[in-house]
């Protein structure tokens, strides 16, 4: 599997995540298509592994739900390393409009957030916090876990646009903290 990995990431930063196909990624890994079907499904399996990385259900997290912002970001920082892993090189060319398989991971299916994801995990917390009284009871925590998704997209589209110069971590922090206190505020 990891020369199939090393051969997309190769692939994504000549020529994009669109460029990727099942036959490319055999080609630039020299291997029989064969071998891409034991490891990976098809293509947008392949390309999952890239976003999934690990399951977000699981982290243990150390800020207290009474600080729920800064709860919520250590939960996306681990998001952030996993992309500054892959390197910016990589994720310029992976974090597009059209990429489907980003789209699958960061969105939702008949209104829930897929297990596994950061979204789903951000929801669980934001909801225990609620429940604890540090949020509105009235406040919509499902918006609220697709705000800050979007809220992270951003910041990781900055710190792509911008080379890896631009702090995803200070970035999503800073507004995130000011989307929570507006939240806790109305």
């Known amino acids: 599997g990891e020369k199939i990995i090393r051969a997309a990431i190769a692939l994504v930063e000549k020529q994009g995540a669109d460029a990727v196909t099942v ?17 990976f499904k098809n293509k947008d399996d392949l390309m999952m592994y890239f976003v999934r990385g690990e399951s977000f259900a699981q982290i ?13 970001t250590e939960l996306y920082l681990h998001l952030f390393m996993r992309y500054e892993s892959l390197g910016v090189k990589f ?57 800050i998704c979007a809220i992270a ?14 702090s995803m971590d200070a970035n999503f922090k800073r507004i995130l903290d000011g989307y929570i206190k507006f939240m806790q505020e109305r």
Not at 26 to 36: L, P, R, S, V
Not at 64 to 72: G, N, V
Not at 156 to 161: K, N, Q, S
């Open 153 to 166: 997209k951003g910041c990781i589209f900055d710190w792509c646009v911008g080379s890896g110069l631009i």
């Open 60 to 72: 243990e997290l150390h800020a207290p739900l009474s600080a729920i912002a800064d709860r919520i």
């Open 91 to 147: 994720m310029r060319s992976f974090y597009t409009p059209s990429n489907e398989a980003l789209f699958t991971y960061m969105g939702e299916t008949d209104g829930k957030f897929a297990a596994e994801t950061v979204m789903a995990r951000s929801e669980r917390e934001l909801l225990a916090a609620q429940k604890q009284g540090f949020l509105a009871k009235d406040a919509d925590i499902h918006l609220m876990s697709g705000d």
């Open 23 to 39: 036959r490319r990624v055999c080609e630039e890994a020299n291997i029989a298509t064969g071998t891409f079907y034991y490891h």
